[in-house]
């Protein structure tokens, strides 16, 4: 059984800082790489950011030198983070964590995260 609980969105400041959490529950997770990926209004998802087993990460160009990604791994469960600075509106998004490249149709509900002042 898998189970995805994005967490630590919320309404932020231009400027300001959030860190995201996600917590993977299954070997699917554990044993892939991992990644956050956004969408914004009326945009497809694209992705942020993602990490591999081994811890290696990849950035997205609309987060590159503003974001941290990293994992946590446990025996059939991992928790990603995702720490992101500097906050623009147009980091305004619901945010997902999930494996990467994306396997099956399973996703959490995600938290959604919005730059405004």
């Known amino acids: 059984q898998v189970h995805l609980v994005e967490s630590g969105g919320g309404l932020v400041q231009p400027g300001g800082s959030l860190r995201l959490t996600c917590a993977a529950s299954g070997s699917v997770f554990s044993t892939n790489s991992m990644a956050w990926y956004r969408q914004r209004p009326d945009k497809p998802r694209e992705l942020v950011a993602f990490i591999t087993t081994a811890g290696v990460a990849t950035y997205g160009d609309s987060v590159k030198g503003r974001g941290t990604i990293s994992r946590d791994n446990a025996k059939n469960a991992v928790t990603v983070l995702l720490q992101m600075n500097s906050l623009k509106p147009e980091d305004t998004a619901d945010y997902y964590c999930?494996?990467?490249?994306?396997?099956?149709?399973?996703w959490g509900e995600g938290t959604q995260v919005t730059v405004a002042s």
């Open positions: 999930n494996t990467y490249p994306i396997k099956g149709d399973y």
